[in-house]
């Protein structure tokens, strides 16, 4: 198997782990997944997966739930996410 494979399944994997610890009120534990996942495609010269980007806040590494610790607005042409710590994240329609 490829170095990059292993890689990208472990990346999946813990934003899978994120994902459930986050909706089992684990934050503290949701964001030490996320650290690893972000250490682990750093050190492997891989970008992470839209899915993770999207879901996951730049400056405190929280696994975002819309309405839970992140709110979600609409504007012109772009979505914004915003974390309870008051990191935004914006992108494009798609």
């Not at 999946?12 to 782990?17: A, G, H, T, V, W």
């Not at 996320?34 to 970008?47: H, Y």
């Amino acid at each position: 198997m490829d170095t990059d494979s292993i890689a990208r399944e472990r990346i999946e994997r813990l934003r899978e782990l994120a994902q459930a610890a986050t909706v089992e009120c684990h934050e503290e534990r949701a964001r030490r997944y996320v650290r690893r996942a972000r250490r682990i495609a750093e050190r492997n010269r891989l970008s992470l997966p839209k899915q993770f980007t999207r879901f996951t806040c730049d400056r405190c590494d929280a696994y975002l739930r819309p309405g839970r610790n992140a709110r979600v607005r609409l504007q012109d042409d772009h979505v914004v996410v915003t974390c309870d710590c008051g990191g935004q994240s914006r992108y494009r329609y798609e």
